[in-house]
């Protein structure tokens, strides 16, 4: 019976052991193969210094007593460096992976900006002087060159059928570590981060840290699937959270940048916001899906199609717009000049509006400022706001037909995100609009509602116009 309780037992533990190992990845195949396409990238750059900063120590950067002397120790005429000028030389690391053999290189554009000298040292010890080929700065991604032959290349990948949850490893160089593996799952896709609006970043848990940048993050079958790009970190170290940019937006960057030096992206002169659940019941959605326009440009793609403010939306080139930050990767995706089909939800319709895509200019023109008017309304309205008209000039300067300007806001409940100086211009409930022109008509539409409903408010504040919803009115008239 012992004997027997003892296979028994050998058994299922032999099961359980070969289960487990099945269950766990095993990344040495991939990284035997793919590891000599990743490069370690260093970059120089030079400058000037006066001999009174940080630069003037008579240590290395590196010394552990450069910092103790930086911050501690007066400086005194005499001193080694004390008030002469003299060249220093500013370092930094990243990674990158080849995608050509002929020597065309990814990497991230923060890694190689402003260097003066590129060295790329690959796995078997060869090092190459890169140059730099073109950059993109909106999706951090540049092509560099080294001059070889037969080098070995990665493969690449689809990101769009990269499953959140799938194994995935990172090879790079952190700090200066070079051909460094390290690996972890997807933890989210199509991730937006701020002032990020053209990538659509693969969230995931794999260690990256400084050095890592530039590196490729490898799917289960050894194809590269996106670049480290970034880390979110209150420490400067990892903290389980990395975001990399997809490969195929990298790849489609590396052909403008290979063929012209530069990327041209759409643009059709918007300002959105996302669609929330009140704005759509405002709107009379029955989804939060789209992107609601709160501007349109004067003479842009989108006021030539005929797109106004208060428009949701729904499709841009047949692609449906899940929330507000597919639409700019779609649009900056779209080549300059082409006609493209854009459907908006207009007072309870559906629209198609034809629009011809233009290029997005290299800089953003700067915003100018407006001035509050002087209160002339001193009596607060249902919503507890103070407020009055527009004067003609104001109407010139913001280049407005109608609208109110709130002098006070003295009912702290549910309008807290409305404040003296923003322009009211428009007012939107079940499923309609009304541009406001008057303060007598503004409070006759308020008077309108019950206190459980909720209104939405096109806002000018500054140069920006945005949609807030107000939950509930109440029951005064003034106060």
């Known amino acids: 019976m ?61 010394d552990p007593m450069y910092e103790f002397f930086r911050r501690f120790v007066p400086r005194q005429p005499g001193m080694p460096g004390f008030g002469q000028p003299r060249e220093f030389e500013s370092r930094s690391l990243g990674s990158g992976f080849i995608v050509s053999p ?28 890169a140059r730099v080929i073109g950059a993109d700065k909106r999706t951090d991604v540049a092509l560099i060159k080294i001059e070889a032959t037969a080098l070995p290349t990665v493969r690449l990948g689809d990101p769009s059928v990269l499953k959140v949850g799938e194994w995935v490893i990172a090879i790079g160089s952190p700090f200066g570590f070079d051909n460094s593996v390290t690996a972890g799952i997807v933890s989210a896709k199509g991730r937006s981060l701020p002032q990020e609006n053209y990538v659509p970043f693969i969230q995931t848990d794999v ?40 490969i195929d937006v990298a790849m489609d960057v590396q052909t403008q940048l290979r063929a012209t030096g530069k990327v041209s992206r759409g643009r059709i002169g918007v300002v959105i916001q996302d669609l929330t659940k009140d704005l ?11 992107a609601v326009v709160n501007a349109v440009e004067k003479g842009g793609p989108a006021e030539k199609a005929g ?16 929330g507000s930050g597919d639409l700019p990767r779609m649009v900056g995706a779209t080549r300059p000049g082409a006609r493209v089909t854009v459907q908006v939800w207009r007072k309870g319709t559906t629209k198609d509006l034809a629009l011809v895509v233009a290029e997005i200019p290299d800089e953003k023109l ?23 008209e527009l004067t003609a000039e104001q109407k010139r300067e913001l280049k407005v037909n109608g609208g109110l300007v709130i002098q006070e806001v003295r009912s702290n409940s549910a309008r807290a995100d409305l404040r003296p100086g923003d322009v009211i211009l428009a007012l939107f409930a079940r499923g309609e609009s009304t541009e406001i022109r008057s303060v007598q008509q503004f409070n006759s539409l308020l008077a309108q ?19 807030v919803t107000v939950k509930g009115l109440p029951d005064r008239r003034a106060e």
Do not use: W
């Open 2 to 62: 012992k004997q027997l309780l003892a296979v028994v037992f050998f058994t299922c533990f032999s099961l359980l052991a070969n289960a487990q190992n099945r269950g766990l990845p095993d990344f040495t195949e991939l990284v035997e193969k793919q590891g000599p396409a990743v490069v370690n990238i260093s970059t120089t750059q030079s400058a000037r210094g006066n001999g009174r900063g940080a630069q003037s120590l008579p240590f290395d950067e590196n």
């Open 102 to 129: 002929d020597g065309y290189i990814l990497t991230n554009a923060h890694v190689v900006e402003s260097a003066d000298e590129i060295l790329i040292r690959l796995t078997d010890k060869r090092e190459f002087k």
């Open 207 to 246: 260690a990256v840290n400084p050095g890592n940048s530039g590196g490729p993050l490898f799917n289960m079958k050894g194809e590269v699937v996106g670049i480290n790009s970034q880390i979110y970190s209150r420490s400067g170290g990892f903290m389980g959270i990395s975001f990399a940019i997809p």
């Open 280 to 290: 759509a019941e405002s709107f009379g959605l029955s989804k939060a899906q789209g």
């Open 307 to 322: 797109i106004e403010p208060g428009d949701v939306i729904l499709k841009f080139d047949g692609k449906a717009i899940t």
């Open 366 to 388: 700067a915003a100018g400022s407006s001035r509050a008017a002087k209160p002339v309304e001193k009596v607060a309205n249902r919503l507890g706001l103070v407020v009055s």
């Open 449 to 467: 509602f019950d206190k459980a409903a909720n209104v939405t408010l096109l806002v000018r504040r500054g140069d920006v116009q945005t949609f």
